[in-house]
């Protein structure tokens, strides 16, 4: 079974900048994308930013040039610093891990966090 824990939300001022982190556990044996969604109040899921094996990454035009995509393949971790919080990037965010193969299955399988809460004040 895979599982993502997310941490780091928190409530925060405008301005101010967090560290998302985002670890798989489970009998992974590859993960070909994860990423970073969010969801505020009466809107969709959207796409923050993902990051491939290769660390070619992608960003939502929202935050491009103030949040940045890591992950550490050895650990199965993806993080987001996020800088220059505005309001609205207050919202629940979520971290998936797609294309995940395990040892018990050559079959891939998309999977998400819990998700954690990011409050920014003006």
């Known amino acids: 079974q895979v599982r993502l824990v997310e941490s780091g939300g928190a409530l925060v001022q405008a301005g101010e900048s967090l560290r998302l982190s985002c670890a798989a556990s489970g009998n992974i044996r590859s993960i070909n994308t994860m990423g970073w969604y969010r969801q505020a109040p009466g809107k969709q899921r959207e796409l923050v930013a993902s990051i491939t094996t290769d660390a070619s990454t992608n960003y939502a035009d929202s935050v491009k040039g103030r949040f940045t995509i890591s992950r550490d393949n050895a650990k199965n971790a993806v993080y987001l610093q996020m800088n220059s919080l505005n309001p609205e990037d207050t919202a629940v965010y979520f971290c998936?891990?797609?294309?995940?193969?395990?040892?018990?299955?050559?079959?891939?399988?998309?999977?998400w966090g819990q998700g954690t809460q990011v409050t920014v004040s003006s």
């Open positions: 998936t891990a797609q294309g995940v193969r395990t040892y018990e299955t050559w079959s891939f399988a998309n999977y």
